[in-house]
């Protein structure tokens, strides 16, 4: 079984530019989490979808961050315009329905200049 | 509001030496906790679980005890080795909280030989 494939794995670029991260679940995976790692902090939560619908957004910081959740299948966040404190590292994680415990990517590492 | 706290790193020890990483919760309800290990270079990946009080979670050495009266869960390894080296992550969960996790700031651990 495949896992939870995120890219790119390290991105940089310039404040004020935009960025697009992807996430693929786990086929059949219902459930898809966001969350972020800021250097030298804890994991946030970003959001949650359940299938293509946003289930809870409550962690997503502000309106420069978009995600969607094409079908039901893959995600992607965007980050327009990017800001320094954009960085750090952003996971995706997947579940099926139920709770079974998390699938989570490798991250994608991002850098704001 | 449900928050992780975890001993600060880095954690440098011996192999073979015992391993204690401490980590403490606040909740409202009754969460299910969770140790994530994240090695060089991947992504987190889930070490054990405890679901309810005294609960131990275990695995590949590694245990842990759901502590009610204390709220923690600390992290223990009789005998560590040179492949344990990673970062831990304590978290927590709820079940109204769509399965969102609460993570602690982890806890990076070096072994040396």
């Known amino acids: 079984e495949a896992g939870v494939t995120q890219f790119p794995s390290h991105s940089v670029i310039e404040k004020g530019q935009t960025v697009t991260l992807r996430c693929d679940p786990i086929?059949?995976?219902?459930?898809l989490y966001w969350y972020r790692r800021v250097m030298g902090k804890e994991i946030k939560f970003l959001l949650h979808?359940?299938?293509?619908?946003?289930?809870?957004e409550s962690g997503m910081p502000n309106n420069r961050f978009l995600a969607e959740r094409t079908g039901g299948t893959y995600s992607t966040l965007k980050v327009q315009p990017a800001e320094l404190e954009d960085s750090g590292v952003y996971f995706c994680?997947?579940?099926?329905?139920?709770?079974?415990?998390?699938?989570f990517g490798s991250g994608t590492r991002l850098t704001v200049v | 509001g449900n928050s992780v706290t975890q001993m600060e790193g880095p954690v440098t020890l011996s192999e073979e030496a015992f391993l204690t990483i401490n980590c403490t919760y606040t909740?409202?309800?009754?969460?299910?906790l969770f140790w994530y290990v994240q090695y060089p270079g991947e992504g987190l990946q889930l070490l054990l679980k405890a679901t309810k009080a005294d609960d131990k979670g275990s695995n590949k050495g590694f245990e842990a005890t759901y502590r009610k009266e204390t709220t923690s869960f600390h992290l223990e390894k009789g005998s560590v080795q040179v492949s344990d080296s990673a970062v831990y992550f304590c978290a927590l969960t709820l079940t109204n909280s769509g399965y969102a996790l609460n993570f602690g700031k982890g806890t990076s651990l070096l072994v040396t030989p």
């Open positions: 086929s059949g995976h219902d459930n």
């Open positions: 909740a409202t309800g009754y969460p299910s």
């Open positions: 994680a997947s579940s099926p329905t139920g709770w079974s415990g998390y699938t």
């Open positions: 979808f359940v299938k293509e619908s946003k289930q809870d």
